[in-house]
T-cell receptor, first 110, second 115 residues
Framework: AQRVTQPEKLLSVFKGAPVELKCNYS??????LFWYVQYSRQRLQLLLRHISRESIKGFTADLNKGETSFHLKKPFAQEEDSAMYYCALNCTGANSKLTFGKGITLSVRP | DGGITQSPKYLFRKEGQNVTLSCEQN?????MYWYRQDPGQGLRLIYY???????QKGDIAEGYSVSREKKESFPLTVTSAQKNPTAFYLC??????????????FGEGSRLTVL
Protein backbone atom coordinates (compact mmCIF):
# COMPACT_ATOMS: atom_id res chain seq x y z
CA ALA A 1 0.00 0.00 0.00
CA GLN A 2 1.16 3.51 -0.71
CA ARG A 3 2.04 5.85 2.12
CA VAL A 4 3.37 9.38 2.48
CA THR A 5 5.18 10.45 5.62
CA GLN A 6 5.82 14.02 6.63
CA PRO A 7 7.67 13.59 9.93
CA GLU A 8 7.31 17.12 11.24
CA LYS A 9 4.12 19.04 11.96
CA LEU A 10 5.63 22.49 12.24
CA LEU A 11 8.72 24.28 11.02
CA SER A 12 9.44 27.79 12.18
CA VAL A 13 12.29 29.79 10.63
CA PHE A 14 13.38 33.38 10.32
CA LYS A 15 13.08 35.27 7.06
CA GLY A 16 16.10 34.59 4.87
CA ALA A 17 16.86 31.21 6.44
CA PRO A 18 16.93 28.02 4.36
CA VAL A 19 13.91 25.75 4.46
CA GLU A 20 13.62 22.01 3.98
CA LEU A 21 10.26 20.29 4.35
CA LYS A 22 10.71 16.56 4.54
CA CYS A 23 8.65 13.97 2.70
CA ASN A 24 9.19 10.23 2.45
CA TYR A 25 7.04 7.80 0.55
CA SER A 26 6.37 4.11 0.36
CA UNK A 27 5.27 2.63 -2.96
CA UNK A 28 6.44 -0.40 -4.90
CA UNK A 29 5.71 0.99 -8.34
CA UNK A 30 6.88 4.06 -10.22
CA UNK A 31 5.86 7.06 -8.12
CA UNK A 32 4.74 10.50 -9.12
CA LEU A 33 5.22 13.04 -6.35
CA PHE A 34 3.84 16.48 -5.73
CA TRP A 35 3.78 19.30 -3.25
CA TYR A 36 0.56 21.14 -2.53
CA VAL A 37 0.28 24.39 -0.58
CA GLN A 38 -2.54 26.03 1.32
CA TYR A 39 -2.06 29.69 2.20
CA SER A 40 -4.23 31.28 4.85
CA ARG A 41 -7.82 31.69 3.59
CA GLN A 42 -6.95 30.27 0.18
CA ARG A 43 -7.67 27.01 -1.56
CA LEU A 44 -5.33 24.10 -1.54
CA GLN A 45 -3.33 24.28 -4.77
CA LEU A 46 -0.57 22.46 -6.57
CA LEU A 47 2.87 23.93 -5.94
CA LEU A 48 5.09 21.66 -7.98
CA ARG A 49 5.45 18.14 -9.36
CA HIS A 50 8.62 16.10 -9.65
CA ILE A 51 8.23 15.32 -13.34
CA SER A 52 8.40 19.00 -14.20
CA ARG A 53 11.72 19.51 -12.42
CA GLU A 54 10.86 23.16 -12.08
CA SER A 55 11.34 25.85 -9.46
CA ILE A 56 8.15 27.52 -8.27
CA LYS A 57 8.32 30.57 -5.99
CA GLY A 58 11.93 29.63 -5.31
CA PHE A 59 11.00 26.13 -4.14
CA THR A 60 12.52 22.98 -5.61
CA ALA A 61 12.10 19.31 -4.84
CA ASP A 62 14.12 16.38 -6.12
CA LEU A 63 12.85 12.86 -6.19
CA ASN A 64 15.38 10.52 -4.59
CA LYS A 65 14.29 6.98 -5.34
CA GLY A 66 17.12 5.47 -3.33
CA GLU A 67 16.01 7.24 -0.17
CA THR A 68 12.32 7.30 -1.24
CA SER A 69 12.22 11.00 -0.48
CA PHE A 70 10.89 14.16 -2.06
CA HIS A 71 11.97 16.97 0.22
CA LEU A 72 10.90 20.54 -0.57
CA LYS A 73 13.64 23.14 -0.33
CA LYS A 74 14.07 26.87 -0.57
CA PRO A 75 17.38 28.63 0.09
CA PHE A 76 15.94 31.86 1.51
CA ALA A 77 12.51 31.80 3.12
CA GLN A 78 10.11 34.73 2.78
CA GLU A 79 7.24 35.67 5.10
CA GLU A 80 4.75 34.98 2.31
CA ASP A 81 5.90 31.36 2.28
CA SER A 82 4.07 30.80 5.57
CA ALA A 83 1.44 28.18 4.81
CA MET A 84 0.47 24.54 5.16
CA TYR A 85 2.37 22.21 2.84
CA TYR A 86 1.28 18.73 1.82
CA CYS A 87 3.34 16.13 0.04
CA ALA A 88 1.30 13.84 -2.22
CA LEU A 89 1.92 10.57 -4.04
CA ASN A 90 0.18 9.53 -7.23
CA CYS A 91 0.25 5.79 -7.74
CA THR A 92 0.09 5.18 -11.47
CA GLY A 93 -2.29 2.56 -12.72
CA ALA A 94 -5.94 1.95 -13.44
CA ASN A 95 -7.13 3.44 -10.18
CA SER A 96 -4.54 6.09 -9.61
CA LYS A 97 -5.42 8.64 -7.01
CA LEU A 98 -3.50 10.98 -4.81
CA THR A 99 -2.43 9.98 -1.32
CA PHE A 100 -1.54 12.94 0.89
CA GLY A 101 0.78 13.22 3.85
CA LYS A 102 -0.38 14.80 7.09
CA GLY A 103 1.03 18.16 6.17
CA ILE A 104 3.46 20.58 7.76
CA THR A 105 2.90 24.17 8.81
CA LEU A 106 5.71 26.47 7.76
CA SER A 107 5.98 29.69 9.73
CA VAL A 108 8.42 32.32 8.53
CA ARG A 109 9.10 35.03 11.10
CA PRO A 110 10.28 38.53 10.21
CA ASP B 1 -15.37 32.16 -13.43
CA GLY B 2 -14.23 28.55 -13.76
CA GLY B 3 -13.66 26.36 -10.78
CA ILE B 4 -15.17 24.30 -8.04
CA THR B 5 -17.92 25.58 -5.82
CA GLN B 6 -18.75 23.99 -2.50
CA SER B 7 -21.76 24.86 -0.41
CA PRO B 8 -22.52 25.61 2.28
CA LYS B 9 -19.28 26.97 3.72
CA TYR B 10 -20.45 26.37 7.28
CA LEU B 11 -23.02 23.87 8.42
CA PHE B 12 -24.30 22.84 11.82
CA ARG B 13 -26.08 19.58 12.37
CA LYS B 14 -27.66 17.84 15.29
CA GLU B 15 -26.62 14.32 16.10
CA GLY B 16 -28.66 11.75 14.24
CA GLN B 17 -29.30 13.94 11.22
CA ASN B 18 -28.01 13.36 7.71
CA VAL B 19 -26.54 16.31 5.86
CA THR B 20 -25.58 16.78 2.23
CA LEU B 21 -22.65 18.89 1.06
CA SER B 22 -22.78 20.23 -2.46
CA CYS B 23 -19.89 20.26 -4.94
CA GLU B 24 -20.21 21.68 -8.44
CA GLN B 25 -17.51 22.15 -11.07
CA ASN B 26 -17.56 23.89 -14.44
CA UNK B 27 -14.11 22.75 -15.52
CA UNK B 28 -15.48 19.88 -17.61
CA UNK B 29 -13.45 17.46 -15.51
CA UNK B 30 -14.29 13.78 -15.52
CA UNK B 31 -12.93 12.88 -12.10
CA MET B 32 -14.14 14.25 -8.77
CA TYR B 33 -13.10 13.58 -5.20
CA TRP B 34 -14.10 14.18 -1.60
CA TYR B 35 -11.46 14.56 1.08
CA ARG B 36 -11.74 15.13 4.78
CA GLN B 37 -9.19 17.44 6.40
CA ASP B 38 -8.56 17.13 10.14
CA PRO B 39 -5.77 18.82 12.14
CA GLY B 40 -2.79 16.52 12.34
CA GLN B 41 -4.40 13.97 10.00
CA GLY B 42 -3.87 15.62 6.66
CA LEU B 43 -6.25 14.88 3.81
CA ARG B 44 -8.00 11.56 3.74
CA LEU B 45 -9.95 10.34 0.73
CA ILE B 46 -13.61 9.57 1.32
CA TYR B 47 -14.97 8.82 -2.16
CA TYR B 48 -13.97 9.45 -5.74
CA UNK B 49 -15.63 9.22 -9.12
CA UNK B 50 -14.02 8.67 -12.49
CA UNK B 51 -17.10 9.21 -14.56
CA UNK B 52 -20.82 9.85 -14.34
CA UNK B 53 -22.80 7.13 -12.57
CA UNK B 54 -19.65 5.56 -11.18
CA UNK B 55 -17.87 6.10 -7.87
CA GLN B 56 -15.45 4.24 -5.63
CA LYS B 57 -14.82 4.16 -1.90
CA GLY B 58 -11.73 5.87 -0.64
CA ASP B 59 -9.88 5.20 2.59
CA ILE B 60 -12.57 6.38 5.01
CA ALA B 61 -15.92 5.85 3.27
CA GLU B 62 -17.83 4.47 6.25
CA GLY B 63 -20.71 6.72 7.24
CA TYR B 64 -20.68 8.63 3.95
CA SER B 65 -22.49 8.29 0.64
CA VAL B 66 -22.19 10.00 -2.73
CA SER B 67 -23.88 10.17 -6.12
CA ARG B 68 -22.66 11.22 -9.55
CA GLU B 69 -25.73 11.75 -11.70
CA LYS B 70 -24.21 14.67 -13.59
CA LYS B 71 -20.66 15.31 -14.70
CA GLU B 72 -20.50 18.64 -12.94
CA SER B 73 -21.95 17.57 -9.60
CA PHE B 74 -20.71 15.23 -6.86
CA PRO B 75 -22.68 15.71 -3.62
CA LEU B 76 -21.55 14.09 -0.38
CA THR B 77 -24.00 12.93 2.29
CA VAL B 78 -22.71 12.63 5.82
CA THR B 79 -25.00 10.14 7.46
CA SER B 80 -25.83 9.62 11.11
CA ALA B 81 -23.65 6.51 10.97
CA GLN B 82 -20.50 8.62 10.71
CA LYS B 83 -19.04 8.57 14.21
CA ASN B 84 -16.94 11.73 14.02
CA PRO B 85 -18.53 13.94 11.38
CA THR B 86 -17.23 17.28 12.64
CA ALA B 87 -14.54 18.19 10.12
CA PHE B 88 -13.53 20.29 7.15
CA TYR B 89 -14.57 18.70 3.85
CA LEU B 90 -12.81 19.40 0.59
CA CYS B 91 -14.07 18.60 -2.88
CA UNK B 92 -11.67 18.37 -5.82
CA UNK B 93 -11.68 17.53 -9.50
CA UNK B 94 -9.19 16.56 -12.19
CA UNK B 95 -9.32 16.09 -15.96
CA UNK B 96 -9.41 12.33 -15.53
CA UNK B 97 -8.29 9.79 -13.01
CA UNK B 98 -5.46 8.37 -15.06
CA UNK B 99 -4.54 11.63 -16.69
CA UNK B 100 -4.62 13.75 -13.59
CA UNK B 101 -0.84 13.83 -13.38
CA UNK B 102 -1.42 14.79 -9.79
CA UNK B 103 -3.12 18.08 -10.47
CA UNK B 104 -6.30 18.37 -8.49
CA UNK B 105 -8.35 21.54 -8.35
CA PHE B 106 -9.91 22.13 -4.95
CA GLY B 107 -12.96 23.92 -3.69
CA GLU B 108 -12.91 26.28 -0.72
CA GLY B 109 -14.25 23.64 1.61
CA SER B 110 -17.25 23.11 3.86
CA ARG B 111 -16.94 23.06 7.63
CA LEU B 112 -19.42 20.75 9.29
CA THR B 113 -20.02 20.94 13.02
CA VAL B 114 -22.20 18.43 14.81
CA LEU B 115 -23.81 19.81 17.94
Amino acid sequence: AQRVTQPEKLLSVFKGAPVELKCNYSYSGSPELFWYVQYSRQRLQLLLRHISRESIKGFTADLNKGETSFHLKKPFAQEEDSAMYYCALNCTGANSKLTFGKGITLSVRP
Amino acid sequence: DGGITQSPKYLFRKEGQNVTLSCEQNLNHDAMYWYRQDPGQGLRLIYYSQIVNDFQKGDIAEGYSVSREKKESFPLTVTSAQKNPTAFYLCASSRSLQGARGELFFGEGSRLTVL
